[in-house]
């Protein structure tokens, strides 16, 4: 058995359109254990989701294709795999939960069928009573109340909160190893979002299920991650436990990150620091750092040269600048 | 900022909006004849003063009434009952020529900088609308105009003559920004200025707002979802729920020491990016979603989610009264 659960080498993922070539991953490389919460925090466009799509294989193609790089789990390439393998994998393995709840549902067809249908998908030789019955009880373990009566109901009899709690049940019916929440609670207001991360932070220590948590929210990955990669323009830009990320963050994208967002316990007056200028433009060729435009710290070097992610002497913690502090 | 807190403390006291129970009910057709079946009751009952150069803010969740309760405000959305004044002018009984003159006392930043923009018209024309319907000048005087407001809201003039699609989200935010500004308006409701714009960006717009409100004294409504920035921009905050205010506070206070038990759940939902702050705090979770505003709980609208809720709670509806010096709350077991 592989010490890690997943491994990500060098992953390039690149869409080809009209304008050219948008580089939406671009040699990205990040390892899970099993049972970890991790969280991959970003802006739009930083290539978090496409990241998270091509280890599912769920990349629309074309435009989008895997063009590089290697995607390991338990130890076997996922890249290799062909259709029918990954089918397999997917939903039973490796699950994922979208960030629309509204429209991730099929809407004519019973909570219950959906939740059912995933089981006999991946249990050979199971009974449809046998199907159901793991519905009800998947629909209880995600705290819908009156689970039997209500895996009855179609979708719209749902609110949003309710119909991301179906989602995360059906993600969860295999027991999958790895579940990848894309903005899970993005769609959702702030004390639903609350109940939807206790219950996936829960239900994921309770079953051992490693956690990807994709999302733009500092915050939201700060109570729920043990660790932290942040995204920029396709690259990964830094990578740490938790704690140092928000402690001593090392990457001016991060330390930019975390002082442009008001914070619900600062000092009144506190005023923001924002990024200058805006991220770049993935279809046009970047040289030296992607970050360089907008960098407060930025030296000749930065604009000729792409730095690698690498070790900045503070154990765990990973970051791809040359003058990280 | 020293200036902008001089314009706070200066202009404080003097009120700018009133607004007093203030409904806003969309009916709801069906049935025989297409008669009207039920009432949306998205704002039943908001009383709000302003104080002239204060931000007021305004947060809820989602169908909590906020948005609406805006857009009455400023009577692109006809109330139901309810007055609304503006410099002492009772807006909802003024004849429609003289509402529009008034209108360009009263401005909106909208949501969406996508949908906003008229995709057909440059930069130039955008902005010029207002002062051409307004005739607030010659063609050479708006030019001129146009140009200043460019430069104010952080954009190069040059660009004056393109289309609203060749901008990012922040800068077509600033484009609705400067529109917003053409008729030097004394009020605006920003309605979700920077829920669609990315967290680095979000900060550059937030910054602009309150620059602009120091330089030109500007009085803001501001609605948003999100109590963090609400907090960071506003004096005030005023928290709604089920189309009703249920506390009203100075921003400060409110985080400090919230009286509304929604409020304290509201504000235990919001993650703080901080571990270590994040690991000590305690959460409150709420249960089940808010309900329906066709046809809401009775007594307070917030009993079958709250705690503390006793038999009153399902019978009488609490009134929004001051419990402290310039703290509000409608609630029966506040604290």
């Given at each position: 058995?592989?010490?890690?659960?997943?491994e990500?080498?060098?992953?390039?993922?690149?869409?080809?359109?009209?304008?050219?070539?948008?580089?939406?991953?671009d040699?990205?490389?990040?390892?899970?254990?099993?049972?970890?919460?991790?969280?991959?925090?970003?802006?739009?466009?930083?290539?978090k989701?496409?990241?998270?799509?091509?280890?599912?294989?769920?990349?629309?193609?074309?435009p989008g294709?895997?063009?590089?790089?290697?995607?390991l789990?338990?130890?076997?390439?996922?890249?290799?795999?062909?259709?029918?393998?990954?089918?397999?994998?997917?939903?039973?393995?490796?699950?994922?939960?979208?960030?629309?709840?509204?429209?991730?549902?099929?809407?004519?067809?019973?909570?219950?069928?959906?939740?059912?249908?995933?089981?006999?998908r991946?249990?050979?030789?199971?009974?449809?009573?046998?199907?159901?019955?793991?519905a009800?009880?998947?629909?209880?373990?995600?705290r819908?109340?009156d689970?039997?009566?209500?895996?009855?109901?179609?979708?719209?009899?749902?609110?949003?909160?309710?119909?991301q709690?179906?989602?995360?049940?059906?993600?969860?019916?295999?027991?999958?190893?790895?579940?990848?929440?894309?903005?899970?609670t993005?769609?959702?207001?702030?004390?639903?979002?609350?109940?939807?991360?206790?219950?996936?932070?829960?239900?994921?220590?309770?079953?051992?299920?490693?956690?990807?948590?994709?999302t733009?929210?500092?915050?939201?990955?700060?109570?729920?991650?043990?660790?932290?990669?942040?995204?920029?323009?396709?690259?990964?830009v830094?990578?740490?436990?938790?704690?140092?990320?928000?402690q001593?963050?090392?990457?001016?994208?991060?330390?930019?990150?975390?002082?442009?967002?008001?914070?619900?316990?600062e000092k009144?007056?506190?005023?923001?620091?924002?990024?200058?200028?805006?991220p770049?433009?993935?279809?046009?060729?970047?040289?030296?750092?992607?970050?360089?435009?907008?960098?407060?710290?930025?030296?000749?070097r930065?604009?000729?040269?792409?730095?690698?992610?690498?070790?900045?002497?503070?154990?765990?913690?990973?970051?791809?600048?040359?003058?990280?502090? | 900022m020293?200036q902008?807190?001089?314009?706070?403390?200066?202009?404080?006291?003097t009120t700018?909006?009133?607004?007093?129970?203030?409904?806003?009910?969309?009916p709801?057709?069906g049935?025989?004849?297409?008669?009207?079946?039920?009432?949306?009751?998205?704002?039943?009952?908001?009383?709000?003063?302003?104080?002239?150069?204060?931000?007021?803010?305004?947060v809820?969740?989602?169908?909590?009434?906020?948005?609406?309760?805006?857009?009455?405000?400023?009577?692109?959305?006809?109330?139901?009952?309810?007055?609304?004044?503006?410099?002492?002018v009772?807006?909802?009984?003024?004849?429609?020529?003289?509402?529009?003159?008034?209108?360009?006392?009263?401005?909106?930043?909208?949501?969406?900088?996508?949908?906003?923009?008229?995709p057909?018209?440059?930069?130039?024309?955008?902005?010029?609308?207002?002062?051409?319907?307004?005739?607030?000048?010659?063609?050479?005087?708006?030019?001129?105009?146009?140009a200043?407001?460019?430069?104010?809201v952080?954009?190069?003039?040059?660009?004056?003559?393109?289309?609203?699609?060749e901008?990012?989200?922040?800068?077509?935010?600033?484009?609705?920004?400067?529109?917003?500004?053409?008729?030097r308006?004394?009020?605006?409701?920003?309605d979700?200025?920077?829920?669609?714009?990315?967290?680095?960006?979000?900060?550059?717009?937030?910054?602009?707002?309150?620059?602009?409100?120091?330089?030109?004294?500007?009085?803001?409504?501001?609605?948003?979802?999100?109590?963090?920035v609400?907090?960071?921009?506003?004096?005030?905050?005023?928290?709604?729920?089920?189309?009703?205010?249920?506390?009203?506070?100075?921003?400060?206070?409110?985080?400090?020491?919230p009286?509304?038990?929604?409020?304290?759940?509201?504000?235990?939902?919001?993650?703080?990016?901080d571990?270590?702050?994040?690991?000590?705090?305690?959460?409150?979770?709420?249960?089940g979603?808010?309900?329906?505003?066709?046809?809401?709980?009775?007594?307070?609208?917030?009993?079958?989610?709250?705690w503390?809720?006793?038999q009153?709670?399902?019978?009488v509806?609490?009134?929004?009264?001051?419990?402290?010096?310039?703290?509000?709350?409608?609630?029966?077991?506040?604290?």
């Amino acid at each position: 058995m592989p010490e890690n659960l997943l491994e990500v080498n060098n992953l390039k993922t690149y869409f080809f359109t009209r304008s050219g070539v948008v580089k939406a991953v671009d040699d990205v490389s990040f390892t899970m254990r099993p049972g970890e919460a991790l969280g991959v925090v970003g802006e739009s466009g930083s290539g978090k989701s496409v990241t998270a799509l091509s280890i599912i294989r769920l990349v629309a193609s074309p435009p989008g294709k895997i063009v590089g790089g290697e995607i390991l789990f338990n130890g076997e390439n996922i890249l290799e795999k062909n259709n029918d393998e990954m089918t397999e994998l997917r939903g039973s393995k490796i699950s994922m939960v979208f960030q629309d709840p509204m429209t991730s549902l099929n809407p004519v067809f019973t909570i219950g069928y959906q939740i059912a249908e995933t089981v006999k998908r991946h249990r050979k030789g199971i009974s449809n009573d046998q199907a159901w019955q793991r519905a009800v009880e998947m629909l209880d373990l995600v705290r819908i109340p009156d689970a039997r009566r209500r895996a009855k109901n179609y979708p719209h009899e749902f609110s949003g909160g309710m119909r991301q709690r179906v989602m995360i049940a059906i993600a969860l019916a295999c027991n999958p190893q790895l579940l990848i929440a894309d903005e899970p609670t993005t769609a959702l207001d702030v004390t639903i979002q609350a109940q939807i991360l206790e219950l996936m932070k829960g239900l994921a220590k309770e079953f051992g299920t490693a956690l990807m948590l994709i999302t733009h929210d500092l915050g939201v990955v700060a109570g729920t991650c043990e660790h932290v990669i942040v995204m920029y323009a396709g690259h990964i830009v830094e990578s740490a436990p938790v704690r140092q990320i928000f402690q001593t963050p090392a990457h001016p994208y991060t330390i930019g990150l975390l002082q442009s967002i008001p914070r619900l316990d600062e000092k009144r007056g506190t005023r923001l620091t924002p990024i200058p200028g805006q991220p770049p433009d993935l279809s046009r060729e970047i040289i030296g750092c992607p970050y360089a435009p907008r960098c407060p710290r930025v030296q000749p070097r930065c604009r000729q040269e792409r730095p690698e992610l690498k070790p900045v002497g503070r154990g765990e913690q990973l970051a791809a600048c040359f003058y990280p502090s | 900022m020293a200036q902008q807190q001089m314009a706070t403390s200066t202009a404080t006291g003097t009120t700018l909006v009133e607004v007093k129970g203030l409904k806003v009910h969309f009916p709801i057709k069906g049935g025989l004849f297409n008669r009207t079946i039920a009432q949306v009751k998205a704002v039943d009952g908001v009383d709000l003063t302003i104080r002239r150069g204060e931000t007021l803010g305004l947060v809820g969740e989602s169908g909590c009434g906020k948005s609406t309760t805006g857009r009455a405000i400023l009577q692109l959305i006809k109330p139901t009952a309810g007055s609304v004044k503006l410099n002492g002018v009772e807006l909802t009984k003024l004849p429609p020529a003289e509402l529009r003159k008034k209108r360009a006392e009263m401005q909106m930043i909208f949501q969406d900088p996508f949908g906003s923009l008229d995709p057909r018209f440059t930069v130039g024309q955008i902005i010029a609308e207002p002062l051409e319907n307004f005739k607030r000048g010659n063609a050479r005087e708006i030019r001129e105009q146009v140009a200043h407001l460019l430069e104010v809201v952080g954009l190069n003039p040059y660009y004056v003559n393109r289309f609203p699609h060749e901008f990012s989200g922040g800068q077509r935010q600033r484009i609705g920004i400067a529109r917003a500004l053409a008729l030097r308006p004394s009020f605006i409701v920003a309605d979700e200025p920077v829920s669609a714009l990315d967290v680095s960006i979000q900060a550059q717009v937030v910054n602009l707002l309150q620059d602009l409100q120091a330089e030109f004294g500007l009085t803001y409504l501001f609605v948003a979802h999100n109590l963090s920035v609400v907090k960071h921009i506003s004096d005030r905050v005023a928290v709604m729920y089920l189309g009703r205010i249920v506390e009203l506070a100075a921003s400060e206070k409110l985080y400090e020491l919230p009286l509304h038990p929604y409020t304290q759940a509201l504000l235990s939902a919001i993650p703080v990016p901080d571990p270590e702050v994040e690991a000590r705090r305690k959460r409150i979770i709420l249960e089940g979603d808010v309900p329906s505003p066709v046809n809401p709980p009775p007594g307070c609208n917030f009993h079958p989610r709250c705690w503390k809720a006793q038999q009153i709670c399902r019978e009488v509806t609490p009134l929004l009264e001051e419990k402290e010096r310039d703290h509000y709350v409608a609630c029966h077991f506040p604290g």
